[in-house]
Every structure is written in C-alpha cells, then in structure tokens.
C-alpha cells in the first residue's frame, strides 16, 4: 500500500462547527505532516508528527488542533474556523530520517481535503 | 522569506519538445531536492529527487540538475508529452529535520 488516504474530499462548514479532517497511511512511515494550500500558491506547513508525538508547529492558530491516534492515523480537528481558513488541507507522511544522510526522505501526500468556511 | 523560489509563474511547450523548469534557493544547508507534480484538484505526486553529493539524476524522460555555487536547480523533461501539463513544485529539505520548503510552482502547459 502506498497510499495516504484523506477523508473527506470536501468539507463545507460554519464558522461555529466543529469538524474534523481524517489521513491514513500504511507505508509505515513514522512522520506524517498537515500542509495548508491556497490558490497559486506552495504548500504550506502546519504540523509534524515524529513518532506519534507532535514534532513541529508552525505558529497556527488553535482553532487548528492536531491529534496523532496511532503511528497510522493524523486527524486535524477544527473549531470556530474563519472564512479565510478555506483551502485545501494535504496530509502526507514520510520516513524518519532526521540525522541521517538523506536521499530517501521523500514526501507522500494525500490527495486532499478541500475546505470552504461560510 | 521564501527559500525556494520558482521565478517563472507558467510555461508554454509543444509537444516533443524539450520543457526546463528552473528552481533557486538561497539556504546553503539545504541537502536534498525534490520535484512534485500537480494536477487539480488532486495532492502533489513525487517526481524525481537529487541529493547534493551529485550534480545531475536522470529518470527516463525527467532529468534534474543541481548547481550547488549557484544554488539552482532545474528539471528538464524530454520529449514533452500533454500529460506532463500540471504545476511542478520544487522543494527542499535538510536532514536536520522534517521541514521541506516548497517553491511556489510553475503551471506546464504542453500543447498538442
């Protein structure tokens, strides 16, 4: 299987919901990372889970909350979302390199889930 | 600031013939280069990958080249076919961690 699988593909929520944002993966990559991407623009990077544990967080705000289930499971729960939060939110997973040469290190990314905030 | 950038927003090419796709980065421990292709509507697919120890990586039709003094790389994808049409992201990474800084892509057109 090399796959990472997202649910759901669209998502259409107030501003007032709560929802959440599923990734799955059985390649047995031990990272797995939330990136958010807006129109024309590169991925940008959320979160990183290293071994089940929350690695890296890059300064987003806490209606964004981060949940690592198991080392095949990344949920993104979402809370009181502004408008400008739409966009499609890519879960991906790799290897744990750190400290190792690199050359294996790649990312594997979900096909997405898309969000619009009303 | 953004690391690694993709000066050149779209590029026209037709079909068999050679598509360049330039990337530039301005931090020096980068270590590790990949490219990704996008279609719409669907998450980047990774495409071919360079580690700083060489200077070129070749996968049939896709090549990448690495110039580390002038901190470049580029992909050359010959011949062009119409499916090659996506956004190709270039990204980059060190193995200090698990951070890959993306470029902000170029839209390949390849007419028919």
Redesign the interface.
């Known amino acids: 299987d090399t796959e990472?699988t997202?649910t759901p593909k669209h998502l259409v929520m107030g501003m007032t919901n709560k929802k959440s944002l599923k990734c799955e993966q059985h390649m047995g990559h031990r990272?797995m990372?939330w990136y958010k991407q807006k129109a024309?623009?590169?991925?940008e990077?959320m979160f990183?889970y290293?071994y089940e544990k929350l690695?890296?967080n890059e300064s987003v705000p806490s209606r964004f909350s981060p949940e690592c289930p198991n080392s095949s499971l990344l949920n993104l729960h979402l809370h009181a979302l502004q408008p400008e939060d739409s966009a499609l939110y890519?879960c991906?997973s790799?290897q744990?390199?750190?400290?190792?040469?690199?050359?294996a290190?790649?990312?594997?990314?979900?096909?997405?889930s898309?969000l619009t905030v009303l | 600031d953004q690391q690694?950038k993709q000066n050149s927003?779209s590029l026209s090419v037709q079909e068999g013939r050679i598509s360049i796709l330039n990337c530039d980065y301005t931090n020096s421990m980068f270590?590790?280069f990949?490219w990704?292709k996008k279609y719409p509507?669907?998450?980047?697919?990774?495409l071919i990958?360079i580690?700083s120890i060489k200077d070129k990586n070749e996968d049939g039709r896709f090549t990448v080249f690495l110039n580390k003094s002038a901190k470049h790389l580029s992909l050359h994808i010959v011949p062009s076919q119409p499916g090659d049409s996506a956004v190709y992201?270039c990204?980059a990474?060190?193995?200090?961690?698990?951070?890959?800084y993306?470029?902000?892509?170029t839209s390949l057109t390849v007419i028919p």
Do not use: C, H, M
């Open positions: 990472v997202q990272a990372y024309k623009k590169p991925p990077l990183v290293s690695s890296i890519l991906a790799s744990e390199l750190r400290g190792v040469t690199s050359g290190n790649v990312l594997t990314f979900g096909a997405g898309r | 690694v927003p270590d590790y990949l990704y509507a669907e998450g980047p697919t990774f990958s580690s992201f990204a990474s060190t193995n200090t961690g698990n951070q890959f993306f470029g902000t892509g």
